[in-house]
């Protein structure tokens, strides 16, 4: 059952930062007005006024705006008597006692606001004190004979008098019998100006990145008060009276301690010094938060894809590049699960961008390629990306990409990985847990490393290390217990946090082909626009061929799936298929290998058959195909300019017409499959005049011909 609140109109609730005053309360709850803002009104319910009540962030103050609460705290350090010291607050608790007893006695004619009623009613009023507060032989402990009895000594006439009329101006508000001693003392300057200005100096001369001591920025101080005096005495002025050492001390102690610290050991480590610790952002949804960052592996490898390392000679072995690989890695904050990660040469924004495409995939065919008996399956969209202030996180290229995602970018300043806590806290997991197991890890630093030869015993191939790091992400770190998820395993947060909030939806294709996809310039024509032996057209491209008198246009592709791309006609995107069919879910990889297997048997100037094309892809072993995955992973992934070299070799489109129009009736022939070519002929063209010579003039002059096709405007 909801209490229901009851307010006056004096009193004030502050939330969030908000200050508040009641107009109406109701059986369904209240109006409140913000303080200073007129007009501005809010309501809430008693269930709504009930949960307020209880955030940290609220305060509530009865009769703020009555006057006698506001004389009640005028002048007052505290706000409340539990704040003052035990000594101090038990004073002022004897002195309301006073107060009140004096009431009662006048209120029963015993006493009257006079010295000489005062006088006579003086030990009537110290027993009734004394009862009220407990003290004296109206303590509540029993006394034992002969044990001394403390009693306060009540002051004159004129002292209570003039506590009773305070007391009752406040509202009978204890506060305002609080001893005003926290305004004794002298408060006026002690030093001219110009003395102050040079004992400020001590602060400016210690905070310096020489890094003085005190005792130097002390007397260098009171050697300025000499110069200065020096000076006086040549002009005839008055001489400054020059400060003790403990005064300048005392000036120096009460600098700002973080302003001293960023100017003698700079701002970054004066952050970290002094960064308190907090329990990080409040998150509680999957993919809410996602923390990305790059690392510099702790293990010098083999630069290299071969995985014949321990059948080369040593001669052999020696010649091979060995060095630290980057690895760019995200988690989410939630459930702590990682949702991307690769390797990289150097830290660099294209690495990035592949590593923030993994987040939206289920990156489960990885795991199985690295032969991980558990799956990956965690992606989705993002809520809020957080890097740190990177090259690769600032570039351009990175934040567009971010930006043509719709996905909220923060990137806290640099210098404070606590502001990351996350993912700072698993690579160090990373470093204690797996790096230890792999020969030739380079420690954390050169003490701990110590004679261990690190390159000598590198023995890594990329291949083998990605295998290592997706083992140990996808096998052992998803399926460990985590502190800070109350023992709970990352893969059982996630199951759980999905199933109770879900996840924010992926981006579509042709989003994702926009923000990931790299540019490309195409002309098209009555087929549509090319890429990589396969064309595409869509109903736009189809109008444009016929009234745009622009021929080129804008493509974006994607090289995990080539079935289809995103074509910019005008100032919209589409999506384009691909008019062979059968590509769907093809990998750029996949297509490469397949018409290199074609070309492999015949010249690489014949016209290729997509259905045979299509075979060789299928024929593609299970191997192979884990292999592209993995080495989608690592640096030698493909690059735009393999994209742009197999691209510029594929002069003609892959043909499926015979397929795509229905000419061709499967076949149960054994050997259909078999791989064969077909070079480009046209039975619709009649015999000239030429073709009457010989067949070897006719064969030079078919040779050294050069036929125009609208393919040659690409």
């Not at 002025?237 to 102690?253: F, G, H, N, W, Y």
Request: hydrophobic content about 40%.
């Amino acid at each position: 059952m909801t209490l229901r609140f009851r307010f006056s109109n004096s009193d004030m609730i502050t939330t969030a930062g908000v200050a508040m005053r009641p107009l109406e309360i109701d059986d369904k709850g209240g109006t409140f007005e913000r303080v200073g803002q007129p007009g501005i009104t809010e309501a809430f319910s008693h269930q709504e006024l009930a949960e307020m009540m209880r955030r940290p962030d609220t305060t509530y103050f009865a009769g703020y705006f009555d006057r006698a609460t506001q004389e009640a705290h005028r002048d007052k350090p505290v706000q409340v008597i539990s704040e003052l010291s035990e000594k101090t607050a038990r004073l002022v608790i004897w002195r309301k006692a006073v107060c009140d007893a004096f009431l009662a006695l006048e209120a029963a004619g015993l006493v009257k606001r006079t010295q000489r009623a005062y006088e006579q009613a003086k030990a009537q009023l110290a027993s009734v004190t004394a009862r009220l507060v407990g003290e004296g032989a109206a303590a509540f402990a029993k006394i034992r004979p002969g044990k001394e009895i403390k009693t306060r000594k009540l002051p004159g006439s004129r002292t209570v008098l003039q506590w009773v009329r305070s007391y009752q101006a406040a509202g009978y508000s204890a506060l305002s019998l609080i001893p005003a001693t926290h305004l004794s003392g002298n408060r006026t300057r002690r030093w001219c100006p110009k003395a102050e200005a040079l004992m400020n100096q001590v602060i400016e001369i210690y905070a310096d990145t020489q890094q003085p001591t005190k005792v130097q920025s002390i007397q260098e101080t009171r050697a300025l008060f000499a110069e200065e005096n020096a000076r006086r005495a040549s002009a005839g002025a008055t001489p400054l009276t020059i400060p003790s050492a403990s005064s300048v001390k005392r000036r120096l102690d009460s600098a700002d301690p973080f302003y001293v610290c960023a100017k003698r050991f700079g701002v970054s480590a004066a952050a970290r010094k002094f960064a308190m610790s907090s329990n990080g952002p409040d998150v509680v949804r999957p993919m809410e938060r996602v923390e990305m960052d790059e690392n510099k592996l702790d293990v010098v490898s083999l630069l290299t894809l071969t995985g014949i390392w321990e059948h080369l000679p040593p001669d052999r072995q020696k010649k091979f590049e060995t060095g630290r690989r980057w690895m760019y890695l995200a988690i989410d904050c939630a459930t702590k699960c990682v949702v991307s990660m690769r390797l990289a040469d150097n830290p660099n924004s294209d690495d990035a961008i592949r590593a923030l495409r993994q987040i939206f995939e289920d990156k489960t065919p990885l795991a199985q390629a690295a032969e991980c008996e558990s799956t990956w399956h965690h992606h989705g969209g993002i809520g809020t990306l957080v890097t740190d202030m990177g090259p690769a996180f600032v570039s351009d290229a990175f934040q567009a990409t971010v930006a043509s995602l719709g996905v909220t970018s923060h990137l806290p300043p640099a210098g404070i990985p606590w502001m990351r806590g996350h993912i700072e806290s698993f690579f160090r997991t990373l470093g204690h847990q797996l790096m230890p197991l792999l020969a030739g890890r380079t420690f954390f630093d050169t003490i701990d490393r110590g004679d261990y030869p690190s390159e000598m015993l590198a023995c890594l191939c990329d291949d083998d290390l990605i295998k290592v790091l997706l083992t140990y992400i996808v096998d052992i770190y998803h399926n460990q217990p985590h502190g800070s998820l109350n023992g709970e395993t990352p893969n059982a947060a996630w199951k759980r946090l999905v199933a109770e909030h879900g996840t924010p939806p992926v981006p579509d294709g042709l989003t994702l082909r926009k923000a990931f996809g790299r540019p490309k310039s195409r002309k098209f024509n009555k087929e549509g626009v090319l890429f990589s032996g396969l064309s595409y057209s869509c109903e736009a491209l189809r109008e444009a061929h016929l009234h745009s008198p622009i021929r080129e246009v804008e493509i974006r592709v994607d090289l995990q799936d080539i079935g289809w791309i995103a074509v910019k006609v005008g100032a919209s995107w589409y999506p384009a298929l691909a008019n062979q069919p059968g590509f769907e879910g093809v990998s750029f990889e996949e297509l490469r290998e397949g018409m290199r297997a074609v070309r492999h048997v015949h010249a690489s100037n014949a016209q290729l058959d997509a259905p045979k094309v299509q075979r060789a892809i299928a024929r593609i072993s299970e191997a192979n195909r884990r292999a592209f995955a993995l080495r989608a992973l690592t640096p030698f992934h493909v690059t735009e300019v393999d994209v742009a070299r197999a691209d510029a070799a594929l002069h003609y489109p892959l043909r499926s017409d015979q397929q795509r129009l229905g000419h061709m009736p499967p076949s149960n022939d054994l050997l259909n499959g078999a791989i064969s070519i077909t070079p480009p002929t046209d039975t619709s063209r009649k015999p000239d005049s030429d073709d009457n010579g010989p067949i070897s003039e006719r064969r030079t002059r078919r040779k050294n011909r050069r036929r125009w096709g609208f393919n040659d405007g690409k």
